[in-house]
């Protein structure tokens, strides 16, 4: 199917385990963009993509490691877990150019125990 | 100050009202925006794009003030159905910046 998918949906882990977030999409975009999303701070960017092989940091990057060594995909990796690691994370892919919208993944509920 | 701002809300209005939002942004280089609507921390959907002065689309409209740096989602109408959380975004060399989201809550 056309679009951007993340798995998985749902996942729980222990802290100190690393833990890698996969998304998918399948529009050829250039841009890909990992968020988090926590209650009271809304989205926050954490790493995005301008192409495959370039990557650069957000706003929260600290204790998250990325790649992007093809186009349609750019897994985000907890290196090791922390509780303050558990939220509700959205992968995003847009085209270039400033007047291109940007499109959500269905997100991934990370519960970090 | 915050590169995008909103007021969180919430904000409760009955059906069939007119309701509006405003979100103010810093950076006055941002050349499009993006109204997004965010249901139950589901995925952020995409509403409306903002690249002059305004957009409208059915109920929905949307103004873009450079001067005073601000734009603004106006819902007419209001349908249940509109109860969800309003995300505006300014985009900044590729990449988006949201606001935290106004919260709506619409009811019968």
């Known amino acids: 199917d056309a679009g951007i998918t993340q798995s998985p949906r749902y996942k729980i882990t222990e802290t100190g385990r690393q833990v890698t977030l996969m998304c998918h999409q399948t529009?050829?975009?250039?841009?890909m963009f990992w968020y988090r999303q926590d209650l009271g701070h809304g989205l926050r960017l954490i790493y995005y993509?301008?192409?495959?092989?370039?990557?650069d940091k957000g706003e929260v990057p600290d204790g998250y490691v990325v790649s992007r060594s093809k186009t349609e995909n750019f897994p985000l990796t907890l290196e090791s877990a922390t509780r303050s690691q558990t939220s509700v994370y959205f992968c995003?892919?847009?085209?270039?150019?400033?007047?291109?919208?940007?499109?959500f993944g269905p997100g991934t509920r990370l519960t970090v125990l | 100050r915050k590169e995008v701002e909103q007021d969180p809300g919430p904000f409760n209005v009955p059906e069939g009202a007119t309701v509006a939002f405003n979100c103010t942004y810093s950076?006055?280089?941002?050349?499009?925006f993006f109204w997004y609507r965010q249901d139950c921390r589901k995925e952020p959907k995409l509403l409306m794009s903002?690249?002059?002065s305004g957009n409208e689309d059915g109920r929905f409209t949307a103004q873009l003030n450079r001067a005073s740096q601000y734009i603004s989602l106006l819902i007419r109408d209001s349908k249940l159905s509109d109860s969800a959380t309003y995300l505006c975004?300014?985009?900044?060399?590729?990449?988006?910046?949201f606001g935290q989201g106004t919260e709506l809550s619409v009811k019968p």
């Open positions: 995003a892919s847009r085209a270039g150019g400033r007047y291109n919208e940007q499109f």
């Open positions: 529009w050829s975009h250039s841009y």
């Open positions: 993509s301008a192409a495959a092989d370039i990557t």
């Open positions: 950076n006055s280089a941002s050349q499009s």
């Open positions: 903002v690249y002059s």
């Open positions: 975004s300014r985009d900044q060399g590729g990449k988006l910046i």
